[in-house]
Every structure is written in structure tokens, then in C-alpha cells.
């Protein structure tokens, strides 16, 4: 990339829920996106966290070929299971202005 990315990493670590406020634990995910999971470890959870040897909290989604936490892989709880405030509503798109929809065919497109 020539250019570096004007958007501020995304977090990592413990931090706060944009939402709840309550403490969470950002890790990043395979697909390099930040996840919220709740700092506690959870047997009953499905994400395995982990820290890499610098420190940066990485998080996998249990598979059904991967089950299990490996090697130092602590289960937790996504917090947005347990997030007391709810996801905002989508925001829907207006109403399309009832303008002209398709054009009436041309009698003189025909043969
Ligand atoms: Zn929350």
C-alpha cells in the first residue's frame, strides 16, 4: 500500500463497549476484524482467545474441525451474546420517490 490507512487500528485489548460501557476485551479475529468478547473466560463460550508472543489479543471462532482451545486458547463469551444494550435498529433506506419505474416499450423497437 503506498499510502497508510487514515483510519485508526482497530482496538486491541481490554477496553470499553461502545454500547454498555462494560469492560470487554478486544481481540482481533482471523479476518483481521476487532471483536468484543467479555473479559471472564466462559467454558460455555464459543471463542477461543489468545495472546501472540507481542501481546496482541487474537480470537477464533470454534469450527467443527477445531472444537476445542488448543495449545493457550481460553474459551469466552462474544459480548455481543451478553450485551445488555441493544443493537441499534438497522437504519432503512427511504422510500424510492415514485418517479418513472421502467420505460414503455417503443412500438418501432419491434422486427
Ligand atoms: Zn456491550
Known sequence: MPY???????????GYCPRCLE???????????ALAV???????GNQAVRQDATGRWLVRQ???????PEH???LHMPHVATCK???????????????R?????NPRWGR
Do not use: F, M, Q
Open 85 to 99: 444494550v441493544p443493537a441499534p435498529p438497522k437504519p432503512r433506506r427511504p422510500a424510492a420517490p415514485r418517479h
Open 62 to 68: 470454534l469450527t467443527r474441525e477445531r472444537p476445542v
Open 38 to 44: 467479555d473479559p471472564e473466560r466462559d467454558p460455555k
Open 4 to 14: 497508510p490507512s487514515t483510519y485508526p487500528p482497530p482496538p486491541n485489548g481490554p
Open 72 to 74: 493457550d486458547e481460553h
Open 101 to 105: 419505474r421502467g420505460v414503455r416499450p
Open 23 to 33: 469492560v470487554v476485551i478486544w481481540a482481533t479475529t482471523v479476518n483481521r476484524r
